[in-house]
């Protein structure tokens, strides 16, 4: 029998906000930016918050960034070390004091020649390797999950969707619902400005919450984060937040103004208020 998710307890689960600023930014940008954030936490009590900044600007970063809030990397190998040029390891994000990392996003998963010009291509299983790496240095992976525009189209969202969330769970477990976070992102929402719809995003986040259930029991399922993310703005976020399965928004182009961040954790907060 398919294990059920606690509705009542999922819309206790204390939202998430995380910025994802992919290849953007240099060090005095970011700085500025963290200053302001810090400046802003009085506004952001509602919700958790994380900056996912590129590598060379995580040390800077983490000298500034304020408790409570939280820093993660946007990559990471699937090797604890060796010869991999270019590569980072989870160790070394734990050392300069991440304590999240984005596994699979839609930018990495896509192969070359398809939607994305410089396709790396990484493979479902790639990421499974990656996100059980992160989990062994003791980092919360953020695991992003998504359909093309093309497997909507066809009617396979669900099982791209369980495709994904087997190959990067087979063998994990967890033991509270803190060590993992997964991010429903629509490749076809991704910088475009068009997001996906309140109906679209909670149908998607049930049907991961259900999977969640089946490999973790209701009880953690009910308590772990899912994320929107796909077009993310202060105008949309509470509509698309006060959906009973989204639990906060992994946030790209908006999050490189920290103003309009700042106001999407706030619309997080306003859109959880709202739902009880
Ligand atoms: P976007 O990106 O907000 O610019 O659509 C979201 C993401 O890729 O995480």
Known sequence: MTAQPQSA???????????????????????????????AWDRLRGVDVVVAPAFPLIGSVARRLKDPFGLAAQNVHSSASGAFTGEVSAKMLVDVGCEFVLVGHSERRVAQGTTHAYGIGESDDEVGRKLKSAQSAGLVPILCVGEQLV??????????????????????????????????????????????????????????????????????????????????KPDNVVEIGRCPDVNGALVGGASLDVEAFVAIGEGIARARERKG
């Open 151 to 232: 497997e909507r189209d066809r009617g396979e969202t669900e099982a791209r969707l369980n495709a994904q969330l087997a190959a990067a769970l087979d063998g994990v477990s967890i033991a509270s619902s803190r060590e993992l976070v997964i991010a429903y992102e629509p490749v076809w929402a991704i910088g475009t400005g068009k997001n996906a719809t309140p109906e679209q995003a909670e149908k998607a986040h049930h049907y991961i919450r259900a999977r969640l259930a089946d490999r973790f029991g209701a009880a953690i399922a009910a308590h772990l984060r899912i994320l929107y993310g796909g077009s993310v």
């Open 9 to 39: 307890e999922t819309k206790n689960v204390r939202a998430l906000v995380v910025a994802n600023w992919k290849m953007n930014k240099v060090t005095k940008e970011a700085i500025d930016f963290v200053e302001k954030l810090n400046a």
